[in-house]
């Protein structure tokens, strides 16, 4: 693995672990983060390169001190025809999904062993898209 | 959004059902959502719900693996939103994850697959953007 293929992988996570009061709360949203696609574009060439565009709008968790995230949470409240787009990435061509789940687990430190909880908001993106260089790839990308 | 393998990614449409599969992700682990969505301000407090004060945090680099599986169709829909630009086919469905967490001094293991922590699901296949027309 090359070096900016080695930085690639070190995408940034939000709350992955959240200890509070013996309670974690895990959500899994990547800091925004430009993906990198390298299965090849349509004319079989390696592609390099920030190249997914994201879709119009999304969330403003926490305004004005946080970050725009191009994503459409669901809610278990808005039935299936009235949800929002789920993919994440616009110009886009493909397989989508998403999921919300609770649950728990069990934490180790080197100091205690604790039942933590978690959230997740997770999903993935398979297909064809238009990059930001204007031509057409395919790719796999997971939403973290 | 993170680059995955093609093979990280299994999906039968037809029968509602997918799995995400990825073991080993290098993430940075911002010990909390406002820290991450702040990237690492955190929150001054005094504004009232749901803005509690939240203390900035330095990031910790950490791995984690996740195996997410959707299945068992509830509901299906065809949706064509022009306002959003998008269309497609979509199923809600059931899912399950195990995951787990690794990062110097502390990790994380989830409790086995359980169906009926799913909140809410979904799985499609969708055009949008200039795909959208």
């Given at each position: 693995m090359n070096e900016q293929r080695f930085q690639q992988k070190w995408v940034s996570r939000r709350s992955?672990?959240?200890?509070?009061?013996?309670?974690?709360?895990?959500?899994?949203?990547?800091?925004?983060?430009?993906?990198?696609?390298?299965?090849?574009?349509?004319?079989?060439?390696?592609?390099?390169?920030?190249?997914?565009?994201?879709?119009p709008g999304g969330v403003v968790p926490f305004t004005p001190f946080g970050v725009p995230v191009h994503h459409n949470p669901l809610n278990p409240a808005v039935a299936l025809p009235d949800i929002s787009d789920p993919s994440e990435v616009t110009d886009f061509d493909g397989f989508v999904s998403l999921t919300h789940i609770r649950g728990g687990g069990t934490g180790?430190?080197?100091?205690?062993?604790?039942?933590?909880?978690?959230?997740?908001?997770?999903?993935?993106?398979?297909g064809k898209f238009i990059g930001i260089d204007g031509r057409q790839h395919r790719g796999t990308f997971a939403f973290v | 959004m993170v680059e995955v393998d093609d093979d990280a990614v299994e999906i039968d449409l037809d029968a509602g059902q997918a799995r995400?599969?990825?073991?080993?992700?290098?993430?940075?682990?911002?010990?909390?959502?406002?820290?991450?969505?702040?990237?690492?301000?955190?929150?001054?407090?005094?504004?009232?719900?749901?803005?509690?004060?939240?203390?900035?945090?330095?990031?910790?680099?950490?791995?984690v693996s996740f195996d997410v599986r959707w299945s068992g169709i509830v509901t299906t829909a065809q949706i064509e939103n022009?306002?959003?630009?998008?269309?497609?086919?979509?199923?809600?469905?059931?899912?399950?994850?195990?995951?787990?967490?690794?990062?110097?001094g502390f990790a994380f293991q989830s409790e086995p697959a359980n169906p009926s922590r799913n909140l809410v699901s979904v799985l499609g296949h969708e055009k949008n953007g200039v795909f959208f027309t």
């Open positions: 992955l672990i959240r200890g509070v009061a013996g309670a974690a709360l895990g959500t899994s949203l990547l800091r925004p983060n430009p993906a990198y696609a390298d299965q090849g574009d349509d004319d079989g060439r390696r592609c390099r390169g920030p190249l997914l565009k994201p879709i180790t430190s080197t100091a205690a062993t604790m039942s933590l909880a978690y959230q997740a908001d997770m999903g993935f993106g398979q | 995400l599969l990825v073991r080993g992700l290098d993430v940075y682990d911002d010990h909390d959502i406002a820290n991450s969505l702040t990237q690492g301000l955190g929150l001054p407090g005094g504004l009232g719900f749901p803005y509690p004060a939240i203390a900035p945090v330095v990031p910790v680099r950490a791995k022009s306002t959003q630009g998008f269309k497609g086919t979509f199923l809600s469905t059931g899912a399950t994850i195990e995951w787990s967490a690794q990062q110097d």
